[in-house]
């Protein structure tokens, strides 16, 4: 609970504890409610009883109080006498002969019935004297009542109870022993994912990540730790990950840094001379430092979707003739022949630097890993909203196994290749991040003749401002759909 006073309840240290008081609770209260009602209802059968002795004490009487003739007897008074109760005869009219008792039903009993009941405290019953057929007169029998009344009643429950009280205590006993016992196996149950998951949370966050919690019910808890485990297992992975990371991070590092020691140890050392060579590939070296922290910061920039994206209708074959002269610049007469094959009238709806971006990583991985004697082209299909850009190139292609893998983070398919051509191994994750932040999905196959083939989906940009309130931005679309109308410009 927050703040505010803790319930009772909640001061209990363990669940266990709480369902076993609970239960314990429950079951006194049960016996309680149970002795309590079988008290009443023996008191009923007890003033049954009680009255019907009565009655029988009246018969009696009756019987010796008058003659045959149905005459008050002579020894009235030593009859009435041997009744241990208060005892009243009245003769047939309703004066008094014996006893000051005032019934309050003497004329029902005058008129022969037989009654019992109870008045001002008192327990009664009268029957009626007949001899032959005629009613002589009536006898009562009457008794202080202890019973009468709430507290009466009460008092006699409680009378009852004093009397079995040890048989009461004993299945007390026994009732609470019983629900301890099942309180104990229940809760053992029930809490058993709690207490797993609390030790598997403790190795946690010591760092171990396999520890996982055995889901044996279907209830809350085996729900909770079905929750439980599918986090441990994203906890892992992203864990994994971030090891992965720190060691490829630290592994790329170090290759430009020990080359520029080594470089600069054998300056010291006088064993190569600071000629422009030399310096050339220390310059490379660090420039390769340099490109690597560079893109490493885009990445996670990106990753971290920190980088706001400047929507705006871009024209595509320009942008590429763009790029992959940039890209061929400085490659000598021995690079691949490139054609541009994209329709000079798509327009996409893309951040124009980003896009850059991609296409320059396409472009540039094609034109190092392509002979001089194969092609690289770049072209674009539109289907409904979307714009499918693809590179292929005729170089040795990517194996089948390494396909799924290529936009991961330093995964190079031959490392060494890569490395010589001052490959990072990022640039195709960057690419994905770009991609994907742009709502779109890019992929790689092997093309049919051989090489490889790139391909991305941009949105195509909305129809020109007026036509569609100036849309700008496209809503990043599950399943490569996109949002936003297709526009493509008129042919020049
Ligand atoms: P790098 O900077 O090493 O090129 P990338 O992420 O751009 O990193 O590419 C990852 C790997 O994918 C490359 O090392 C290479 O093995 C493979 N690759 C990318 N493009 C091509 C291509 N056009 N032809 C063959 N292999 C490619």
Redesign the pocket.
């Known amino acids: 609970m927050s703040g505010g006073a803790m319930r009772p309840l909640d001061r209990l240290p363990s669940i266990r504890a709480k369902l076993g008081s609970v239960i314990v609770f429950a079951v006194a209260v049960t016996i309680m409610i149970m002795y309590l009602t079988v008290g009443f209802a023996l008191r009923t059968y007890e003033q049954t009883r009680e009255s019907q002795a009565l009655q029988g004490e009246a018969q009696t009487v009756a019987a010796l109080a008058f003659t045959s003739a149905g005459v008050p007897s002579s020894n009235l008074g030593r009859v009435v006498d041997r009744v241990p109760n208060q005892t009243s005869v009245f003769d047939a009219s309703g004066r008094p002969l014996v006893g000051s008792y005032q019934p309050p039903t003497l004329d029902r009993v005058l008129r022969g019935y037989t009654d019992f009941g109870l008045a001002k405290g008192h327990r009664y019953a009268g029957v009626p004297v007949f001899r032959g057929s005629a009613l002589v007169g009536a006898v009562y029998v009457s008794r202080r009542d202890v019973g009468s009344g709430i507290g009466g009643a009460a008092l006699t429950t409680l009378a009852l109870l004093r009397t079995v009280w040890w048989q009461l205590l004993a299945a007390g006993a026994i009732s609470a022993f019983i629900a301890l016992a099942l309180a104990r196996i229940l809760a053992r149950g029930m809490t058993q994912p709690i207490r797993e998951m609390a030790g598997a949370a403790e190795r946690m966050a010591t760092g171990d990540y396999q520890a996982r919690v055995k889901v044996h019910t279907r209830d809350e808890l085996g729900r909770l730790a079905g929750s439980f485990n599918r986090m441990a297992g994203e906890l892992e992975g992203v864990e994994r990950l971030r090891r992965e990371l720190v060691a490829n991070v630290s592994h790329e590092l170090k290759t430009p840094i020990s080359a520029l020691r080594a470089h600069l140890e054998n300056l010291l050392d006088g064993v190569e001379e600071p000629n422009p060579e030399t310096l050339q590939i220390m310059l490379e070296q660090s420039e390769r430092l340099t490109r690597l922290v560079e893109e490493l910061l885009d990445l996670s920039r990106l990753e971290a979707g920190d980088v706001p994206l400047q929507l705006e209708p871009v024209g595509l074959r320009a942008l590429v003739e763009q790029v992959g002269r940039e890209v061929s610049v400085g490659r000598g007469s021995e690079r691949p022949a490139f054609r541009n094959e994209v329709n000079a009238s798509v327009e996409v709806n893309a951040d124009r630097e980003r896009l850059h971006q991609v296409l320059f990583?396409l472009l540039d991985?094609?034109f190092r890993?392509t002979p001089g004697d194969g092609s690289v082209v770049a072209s674009a299909s539109i289907r409904d909203s979307t714009c499918e850009v693809a590179v292929e190139?005729t170089?040795?292609?990517?194996p089948a196994e390494h396909l799924p893998f290529?936009f991961e983070r330093f995964?190079?398919?031959?490392s060494s290749r890569?490395r010589d051509d001052g490959?990072?191994?990022?640039?195709?994750?960057i690419s994905r991040s770009i991609v994907e932040a742009h709502g779109g999905r890019i992929r790689v196959e092997q093309r049919p003749g051989g090489g490889?083939r790139f391909v991305f989906e941009v949105a195509v940009a909305p129809p020109a401002a007026g036509q569609d309130g100036g849309r700008r931005f496209a809503e990043p679309a599950q399943g490569g759909v996109y949002a936003g109308g297709a526009r493509v410009k008129e042919e020049a």
Do not use: H, K
């Open positions: 990583n991985n094609a890993f190139d170089g040795p292609g990517i290529v995964y190079r398919v031959s890569s490959g990072t191994g990022i640039g195709l994750a490889s």
